[in-house]
């Protein structure tokens, strides 16, 4: 069975780290890009970082600089850490199999999704 599957989400303080997972089962990300995404109540889903085959990057100018995104092939596995967190960081985050050059367009599979909150 192919399967993407988030973690690493929760409550953290405004300034707090989180380090998310998004791992896959039954396929090897190897030759895939991933995508993250996040999407907060009553907003629009928001690209936030993509993370291509050959482990080049982007991120959305809200979280650049703070958020870094990686690849453990190893592990089938990519990582997104997220520091100096802030509350409008608050949502669902999502991972999907992508195209970093048509991000947000080709997107394939996708995760359950993790929440994090970021609160005093």
């Known amino acids: 069975q192919v399967q993407l599957v988030e973690s690493g989400g929760g409550l953290v303080q405004p300034g707090g780290s989180l380090r998310l997972s998004c791992t896959a089962s039954?396929?090897?990300?190897?030759?895939?890009?991933i995508g993250w995404f996040r999407q907060a109540p009553g907003k629009e889903r928001e690209g936030v970082s993509c993370i291509s085959a050959r482990s080049s990057t982007l991120y959305a100018d809200s979280v650049k600089g703070r958020f870094t995104v990686s690849r453990d092939n190893a592990r089938n596995t990519v990582y997104l850490q997220m520091n100096n967190l802030q509350p409008e960081d608050t949502a669902v985050y999502y991972c999907?199999?992508?195209?970093?050059?048509?991000?947000?367009?080709?997107?394939?599979?996708w995760g359950q999704g993790t929440q994090v909150t970021v609160s005093s």
């Open positions: 039954g396929f090897t990300l190897e030759n895939f890009a």
């Open positions: 999907a199999t992508t195209h970093c050059d048509h991000f947000g367009n080709y997107e394939g599979y």
